[in-house]
Structures are given as C-alpha cells and as structure tokens.
C-alpha cells in the first residue's frame, strides 16, 4: 500500500508548471526502468548512465557526420533531470512536510536514458508542528521548521 502523501505531493508538483511536472511519481509503472538513487553514488556506473545519455543525445541528434556531442552537455542534461528529488523534497517542505530523501529512499525512473523522474520510498514522512500540513502525513512531528529542514 502506498503512502498517502504521494499523491499531494504528485498533485502539488504538477501545479507548478512544466519544468516540475511529471518529476514525481507515487509508485512507476510495470514496464519503466527503475534504478536506486545508491547506484549513482558509484562512480563507474554514473560514468556509464552519463556516457548512455550521452550517446542518446548524438543518436537524437541532427549533426554534421563525425562530429562527437559535447560531454558537457550531457552531464548538465543528466544533472538537471537528477535534481527532481530537490523538486519533491522543497515541495513537500513548502506544505510543511518533510520527506528522507537519503539515498537509500530514492528510485529514479529511467527515461529517455536519463533519471527522469523520482520515487520515494518514505512511508512515514515528518510533521511540523510550525507548519501544520493538510496532506494526511501520520509520521512523527518536530515543532520547528528548521528542524524539519534538518532532517530533510
């Protein structure tokens, strides 16, 4: 059974217009590829997700035969995808909610060869008592915002 604030969260991420929607989902579909977000913390295998989505720009691009896309360019590709989890976890700040985005609680889905979009895996998510919250989040309550944003 999925957590109930997922979908607030995916609800308030879409409201916030076309560079955040989409960034979120409460749980992926079946047929997406899913990775956990521990993997990119090997250095071989955020080499090879950046080479993939490297070579998915050039085979997506219309250049001049022979020349090579810029690795530049598909590292700041990968990085701003890869930012959705800051996406959800200041969204879900934002309506007094704070989620573990740790490592060990995100999954990204594998778009396009890039980590496209965010899953998290928090099942009890914190309160704040300085920001009462609407979404139905029944974790533990800290009372102060800069608590909560210590533990985000």
Do not use: K
């Amino acid at each position: 059974m999925l957590a109930a604030w997922r979908g607030p969260l995916v609800a308030q991420m879409d409201r916030l217009d076309r560079w955040v929607q989409g960034r979120f989902v409460a749980e992926p579909a079946p047929t997406d590829e899913v990775v956990p977000a521990s993997r990119y913390l090997d250095r071989e295998f955020l080499r090879d997700a950046i080479e993939r989505a490297r070579l998915a720009a050039a085979s997506a691009a219309t250049e001049v035969e022979g020349q090579d896309v810029d690795l530049r360019i598909a590292v700041s590709r990968f990085t701003r995808h890869y930012s959705c989890v800051s996406l959800a976890a200041l969204t879900a700040l934002a309506n007094g909610v704070g989620i573990d985005v740790s490592a060990e609680r995100c999954r990204y889905v594998i778009r396009a060869n890039l980590p496209f979009i965010a899953v998290l895996d928090d099942e009890e998510p914190l309160r704040c008592a300085e920001r009462p919250t609407a979404w139905p989040v029944h974790g533990r309550e800290v009372a102060t915002l800069r608590e909560l944003r210590e533990f985000v």
